[in-house]
C-alpha cells in the first residue's frame, strides 16, 4: 500500500501507469480537489484517501462527474492507530472502471460524514460498519445496530471487544415497542415474519397499512447472523477459509460463492488457474445457477399460488436432477466445497462418458422443462394479475440501492460480471446476458426463466470442450505454495456473478497466512434494502409476490 500526498497540478502530464484500465486516477484526483489527503494502491483500483467530513462531496463529484454510479461495497476496520471506511465504487456500464474512497477517523473519535444522502445503499453498509466496527456515520439518517440487538454492547469486529463479556439486557428495554407510538389512528403496524414461510427465512417486515395498502415497510435482519467473516478471518487462506462459503448463499450456489473468495485471495497472491480448471469451474458455477434459479422459481411460485404440489414439486424434481450431478462431480449435495486456491479438487468423475452422458440427457430434457413452466406459470391469467405492474423498480432506483443479478437486469440494468468483468471461461464461450424492462414481479421470473436457458448453453459448450482436451493437459491445479502470505497492507476487492447477483469479497493482508479484513459484499443484502421502493402502495398479498421475487437467502443477508 503507498501513499502519496502530493497534488499534481491539473494540466500536468497523465504518466501511463496513472491510466489503470481506462481510468485517469490524476484526473479523478484533481476532481476530488481538497478533499484528497493521499492516494493508496489496491490491487483492484486506486484509493483516494478523503477527509473525513468531504465524504459526501468526493463522492458526489465521482458519481456525477466522473460516472461511477454503483457503489457496490462498504469496508471499515479498525487499526492500531485509526478506524477506516473504504466506499468500493465502480461504474455499471464497465465495472472494470473502479476507484475506492478510503476515509480514516481517529481512534478517539470514530465520526465520518455518511455517503447516505449520495447513494442510498450506503444506509445499510454504514449500520453494519457501526454495528460490528464502531465506526460513527454523520448525517446518516438512521443510525443504528442492524445485525444486532440495540441492546448490544461493544462492536464484535473491534480490536479492544471483550467477547466474554455477559451481555445483560434490561427489563425496560423489552418494553411495549407501541407504547410511546403516535401514528395516525387509520394506519396499523402489522408484523410479517420473523417465522413465516413467506418471508424466506428468520426475516421480519414492519408493515405500516392504511387500510389494505403498503404505506412502509423496514426489513429487519440479523437473526441468521453467523459470524462468517469473524470466521473466516480466523481461518488460512489456502486450507481453512474455502468450506465457509457454501454457507453464505446455500440454496445450491455454494461454487459461486466458493469462486467469489478464490478469485479474491488468487489475485491477492498472484496465482494463475490452469485453463482446464477455469472450464471445469465455469460447468459447474452454471449447473448451480440452474440449481439455484429452479429454487427461487417454485418458492416465488408458492408464494403467488400457495401450491405445493404442482408447481413447486416440478421445481424441485428439475433441481434434484441438477443436484445429482453436483454430487457426481463433487460428493456433496449442498456443501461442495469443490474449489481449490488454483484449481478445483478433483476432475470429473470416472468414468467420464458416463457423467457427461448424464449431463447431456439433462440438457436435451430441458428445453421441454422450460416450455412446461411457462405453460403452467407465464402464460397463467391468475400469476400475470398478481406479477404483471406489481413491484416495480425503477433502473435508476436500482442502481441508488446497488441492486444487482436478475433483479437489476428484470429492470433493464445491462449488467453482468460475468460478460463486463471477464473470469473463468466465459469470455470465451457463446452466450447473451439476459435482460428485461418490465420492472416488475413478472420480469424478475422471466429473466430467471432465460437465464436457467443460457446457463444450459455454457454448460453444453464446456462439455464438448471437457470431452475433447488432451488427457496430458488436464491439469485442475496450479502449482500453489502451502503456505500463502501476501504482502502487509495489500488490499483489494473481487466479485463473481452469484446467482443472486454481484457476490463480492474485500480482503487486507497483514502479510500473515490469516486475513486481517475480511468483508463479504451479499447481493441479496442490497436487493433486500430496496424493497421499501419497490413495496410502497401496494398490497399485502403484492408484498408478499414482491419479497419472493428478489430471491433471497437470509444465510447470506445476515451472514
Given at each position: ?34 478533499a ?101 456515520y ?11 440487538p ?11 471487544y ?23 389512528e ?12 413467506a ?19 423496514e ?35 455454494g ?26 469451474r ?36 428439475d ?24 484449481g ?15 449431463v ?52 433493464g ?22 435482460t ?28 464438448d ?21 501476501p ?29 486481517a ?43
Amino acid at each position: 500500500m503507498s501513499q502519496t500526498t502530493e497534488e499534481p497540478s491539473e494540466d500536468a502530464e497523465v504518466e501511463p501507469e496513472d491510466v489503470v484500465e481506462g481510468v485517469d486516477y490524476d484526473a479523478i484526483e484533481a476532481l476530488l480537489g481538497d478533499a484528497v489527503v493521499g492516494r493508496e494502491t489496491h490491487t483492484n483500483a486506486e484509493g483516494f484517501v478523503v477527509r473525513a467530513d468531504r465524504v459526501q462531496d468526493a463522492l458526489s463529484a465521482l458519481k456525477e462527474e466522473a460516472g461511477f454510479d454503483h457503489l457496490s461495497n462498504v469496508s471499515a476496520q479498525e487499526y492500531a492507530d485509526r478506524f477506516e471506511s473504504i466506499y468500493h465504487l465502480k461504474k455499471y456500464d464497465d465495472p472494470t472502471q473502479e476507484v475506492s474512497v478510503v476515509v480514516p477517523t481517529t481512534r478517539d473519535d470514530p465520526v465520518s460524514q455518511s455517503a447516505e444522502p449520495v447513494f442510498r445503499t450506503a444506509d445499510w453498509h454504514e449500520r453494519e460498519a457501526y454495528d460490528l466496527v464502531g465506526v460513527n456515520y454523520d448525517e446518516h439518517p438512521d443510525l443504528r445496530r442492524i445485525l444486532l440487538p440495540e441492546t448490544w454492547q461493544g462492536h464484535p469486529l473491534g480490536r479492544n471487544y471483550n467477547q466474554d463479556k455477559p451481555q445483560i439486557v434490561t427489563f425496560e428495554e423489552h418494553e411495549n415497542p407501541l407504547a410511546d407510538d403516535h401514528r395516525d389512528e387509520d394506519t396499523m403496524l402489522i408484523n410479517i415474519g420473523p417465522h413465516h414461510p413467506a418471508t424466506h427465512g428468520v426475516l421480519h417486515l414492519k408493515t405500516i397499512l392504511d387500510g389494505e395498502q403498503v404505506l412502509d415497510v423496514e426489513p429487519d435482519i440479523g437473526y441468521l447472523h453467523r459470524c462468517e467473516e469473524q470466521m473466516a478471518q480466523s481461518g488460512t487462506y489456502r486450507h481453512q477459509i474455502m468450506p465457509y462459503p457454501d454457507r453464505w448463499d446455500y440454496g445450491s450456489a455454494g461454487i459461486l460463492n466458493e469462486w467469489a473468495y478464490a478469485r479474491v485471495a488468487e489475485d491477492l497472491n498472484d496465482i494463475e488457474v490452469p485453463e482446464y480448471a477455469q472450464v471445469m469451474r465455469t460447468m459447474s458455477a452454471e449447473l448451480c445457477r440452474i440449481a439455484a434459479h429452479l429454487l427461487a422459481l417454485g418458492t416465488f411460485c408458492l408464494d403467488i399460488y400457495g401450491d405445493f404440489t404442482a408447481i413447486f414439486m416440478y421445481a424441485m424434481r428439475d433441481r434434484e436432477v441438477v443436484q445429482n450431478i453436483l454430487e457426481d462431480l463433487t460428493g456433496q449435495r449442498m456443501m461442495f466445497n469443490y474449489l481449490r486456491l488454483g484449481g478445483v479438487v478433483w476432475d470429473v468423475p470416472e468414468p467420464r462418458e458416463e457423467f457427461f452422458a448424464n449431463v447431456r440427457e439433462f440438457l436435451d430434457e430441458l428445453p421441454g422443462r422450460m416450455e412446461e413452466y411457462h405453460d403452467l406459470i407465464t402464460e397463467n391469467e391468475l400469476f400475470q394479475a398478481r406479477t404483471v405492474d406489481t413491484g416495480i423498480l425503477e433502473p435508476e432506483t436500482a442502481k441508488d440501492y446497488g441492486v444487482t443479478g436478475p433483479v437489476a437486469r428484470a429492470s433493464g440494468i445491462d449488467y453482468d460480471l460475468r460478460r463486463d468483468d471477464p473470469y473463468g471461461y466465459y469470455e470465451n464461450l457463446d452466450w447473451k446476458v439476459v435482460t428485461d424492462d418490465g420492472k416488475d414481479n413478472y420480469s424478475r421470473l422471466l429473466v430467471r426463466m432465460r437465464e436457467v436457458e443460457q446457463s444450459a448453453r455454457i454448460i453444453q459448450q464446456c462439455v464438448d470442450l471437457l470431452e475433447e482436451w488432451p488427457e496430458d493437459e488436464r491439469d485442475i491445479q496450479a502449482n500453489v505454495p502451502r503456505t500463502l502470505n501476501p504482502e502487509p497492507d495489500k488490499e483489494a476487492y473481487r466479485a463473481v456473478e452469484g446467482a443472486k447477483g454481484e457476490l463480492g469479497i474485500y480482503i487486507r493482508s497483514d502479510g500473515t497466512d490469516k486475513p486481517a479484513r475480511f468483508k463479504i459484499r451479499s447481493p441479496c443484502f442490497s436487493n433486500l434494502q430496496a424493497l421499501p421502493e419497490m413495496a410502497e402502495g401496494e398490497y399485502v398479498p403484492d408484498l408478499v409476490a414482491t419479497l419472493g421475487s428478489l430471491d433471497i437467502i437470509l444465510g447470506e443477508v445476515d451472514r
